[in-house]
């Protein structure tokens, strides 16, 4: 473990942040936006003023219960909350069935966009009968209320499909980023104890058909004793291996399957899903969460923060539903609010660099959700590609997943949105299950680059080491001081772990990771992670996670991973390797030894952890009490000039890793 130095130190900040504060462009909503938005300034009042009855009051308005509830929020076992927890009600019922019965089955539920050209348009109808049949299936399955239940998949249908009937018959699903490898699935299987695997042959990645089911039997060989079934969805028709008795398709399943199911009623405490995020251990933390107070944060979120309008929007969050954002605003939050929505398997330059703005075109998309990466990547290859297409049904443009800049921020707004567009940078966690701070498009002035103030019935600050709220200007950590109704409710398995990793550093509140920062205004800014974890395209990844892969190859005696500024990618890995001595990898040449360990992080994580750079090195800096010291590292891999390193136990060790690099490999 390392220091946790606070994010405001000069040379932690991420590059680009610098002149952050100084940023005094204003975009405000337009008259005509804020005439019609859903959100007005008075709700922030009015939640401040009792926020568990204002909570309480989006539960009943947004959620249909089975059974009413009475109870609002329980924290008298704080740091573990109940919110409604004797109400009782149905996710899969709240995203699709009462569609249908209140008459709104022919809308479309799902445009999916397949990579290779291939669309299909699902109503909430159809989905009912899918999900209805699908839930059939996993039952017949042997699957039951309380089971877990792991999904590996590509972006289609049926994945959105198989998350909502495990809502339906109450099993809890976890689902596995389809580009994580076969051993990251496997420790994921055997920690959620998954007694169902729903998985595809494969799905298209960059215009070929990229594999799934050989990592699935590649993780089952491992020894996952609680699997029972695998059911595999054809999509590539690649061939693929057969375990006859454990592997079914589902074609032959549950297209048969009935089309009439009752939806289970839960406890509003019920388990939803359970999904793993990297923390700053090497074991990935399987965030839960449940159903009633997470379903009423996403609906609210998802209808306030993009002003969403049933009726007449086309909704699009380009995240796959491997992340939580794929969770909650590609599945819950949209599906509760009877929303039409884009889904695409595939990457934005597939087959061409214009592929996102096509997409946007030909359904008239008029709410986009994205990532600065790729906002990023956008700008690289230029404004003429995207204005190339008409992307005047655009009225509302998010962000989410890491700091935006300022400049990409701008570029969004001008370029994509016209000039237009408000743009909202939402920021929130897997742990928090619905976006927290963000400004509303119809209220708050916007800042370049600022997630601004929490929503209504959110409160958060940045507080110093000393958890003493920071003064208008100051910096330090961001925390949030109430409990909300869609945060997790826990780590699976590992109730201590959850108390140390969120609510211990600051008794009685919650510490995100994030440092921030609070302008003259009290808006406040993200500035990246504090601990050991990194931000890849908005993807966490843990650095000693990382570092155990690498040592876990024989060539290697020890690593240290650190993220290093990127342009395109806000973080890039970088690592440090001390080769071990006749053990094959010391008479390799550098690029043999990169080429080798990139390969075998990328099988032992998956190819989103492949370090962009791995430099050997004899020796890695470390503190008298045996810390590495990664904040050298970082400033090395910046090609900074290094910081104070006067508390090394060896201070020539940054002088031997400099004369090392200057070395040609
Ligand atoms: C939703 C999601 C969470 C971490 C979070 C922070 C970073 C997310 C951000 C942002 C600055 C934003 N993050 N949104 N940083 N501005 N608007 O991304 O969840 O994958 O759990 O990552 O991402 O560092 O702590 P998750």
Request: with cysteine; hydrophobic share 40%; charged share 20%.
């Amino acid at each position: 473990m390392t220091d946790t130095t606070p994010a405001t130190e000069s040379s932690e900040k991420p590059a680009g942040l610098e002149n952050l504060l100084s940023e005094d462009r204003r975009f405000p909503p337009s008259p005509e936006f804020a005439a019609q938005a859903n959100a007005h300034g008075d709700l922030y009042a009015w939640a401040a003023a009792d926020r568990p009855s204002f909570w309480a009051d989006q539960a009943r308005e947004l959620l249909t219960w089975s059974t009413p509830f009475t109870q609002t929020l329980d924290w008298s076992k704080a740091p573990f909350a109940t919110w409604f927890a004797d109400g009782k009600l149905n996710a899969a019922y709240n995203a699709v069935d009462r569609h249908v019965e209140e008459g709104r089955g022919d809308r479309v539920a799902l445009h999916f966009e397949g990579e290779g050209g291939d669309s299909r348009s699902l109503t909430y109808a159809d989905l009912q009968r899918e999900v209805s049949k699908a839930a059939n299936a996993f039952t017949a399955l042997g699957v039951g209320t309380g089971d877990r239940v792991a999904i590996y998949m590509p972006l289609v249908p049926e994945a959105v499909v198989t998350m909502l009937a495990c809502a339906r018959i109450g099993a809890p699903h976890s689902v596995v980023f389809g580009g994580f490898s076969a051993e990251a699935l496997a420790s994921r299987i055997v920690d959620a104890e998954a007694k169902l695997v729903v998985t595809a042959d494969g799905g298209y990645r960059r215009g070929a058909p990229s594999a799934l089911k050989p990592a699935v039997d590649e993780a089952l060989e491992k020894g996952t004793p609680s699997v029972e079934h695998v059911l595999v969805v054809r999509r590539t028709e690649q061939d693929v291996a057969w375990t006859e008795g454990r592997d079914v398709w589902w074609h032959d399943v549950v297209d048969s399957a009935s089309d009439q199911h009752t939806p289970v009623e839960l406890d509003a405490e019920h388990p939803l899903f359970i999904l793993y995020t990297s923390g700053t251990t090497g074991k990935p933390k399987g965030i839960f969460h449940t159903t009633g107070g997470y379903l009423t944060q996403a609906a609210y979120t998802h209808r306030n923060v993009f002003d969403l309008k049933a009726e007449s929007d086309v909704y699009w969050c380009t995240a796959d539903i491997g992340w939580i954002t794929g969770h909650t605003y590609v599945v819950y939050g949209p599906l509760v609010n009877g929303a039409t929505q884009v889904i695409y398997e595939g990457t934005p330059d597939t087959p061409h660099r214009g592929r996102w703005w096509e997409i946007v075109q030909k359904y008239q998309v008029s709410i986009l959700y994205t990532a600065p990466t790729a906002i990023r990547t956008c700008m690289k290859w230029g404004e003429e590609i995207p204005a190339q297409f008409d992307l005047s049904s655009l009225r509302v443009l998010g962000s989410v997943g890491e700091p935006i800049n300022p400049e990409a921020w701008m570029w969004y707004r001008r370029v994509i949105g016209g000039d237009r567009t408000p743009v909202v940078d939402t920021w929130w966690q897997t742990e928090t299950g619905a976006i927290m701070i963000s400004p509303l498009p119809g209220v708050t002035a916007a800042k370049p680059g600022s997630a601004q103030v929490p929503l209504p019935g959110i409160a958060a600050d940045v507080v110093d080491d000393e958890a003493h709220p920071v003064p208008d200007g100051g910096g330090g950590y961001l925390v949030l001081t109430e409990p909300w109704p869609s945060m997790l409710r826990g780590i699976w398995g590992d109730p201590e772990r959850y108390k140390d990793t969120y609510w211990s550093r600051f008794p009685g509140l919650y510490f995100a990771g994030d440092g921030a920062k609070k302008d003259d205004d009290g808006d406040i800014w993200l500035l990246g992670r504090v601990d050991d974890v990194m931000n890849v395209s908005g993807h966490r990844l843990s650095t000693t996670e990382i570092e155990s892969a690498l040592v876990s190859h024989p060539w290697v005696a020890e690593a240290a991973v650190v993220g290093a500024t990127d342009e395109t990618t806000g973080q890039a890995v970088v690592a440090f390797v001390i080769l071990r001595g006749g053990a094959g990898g010391a008479d390799k040449s550098g690029d043999e030894v990169q080429t080798e360990l990139r390969n075998h992080v990328a099988k032992e994580i998956g190819p989103i952890a492949k370090p962009r750079q791995i430099l050997v090195v004899q020796e890695l800096p470390k503190t008298r009490s045996g810390k590495i010291m990664r904040r050298l590292l970082r400033d090395v891999a910046e090609h900074r000039q290094v910081g104070d390193a006067t508390t090394l136990a060896d201070s020539s060790v940054m002088d031997l890793i400099a004369q090392g690099l200057s070395k040609p490999a």
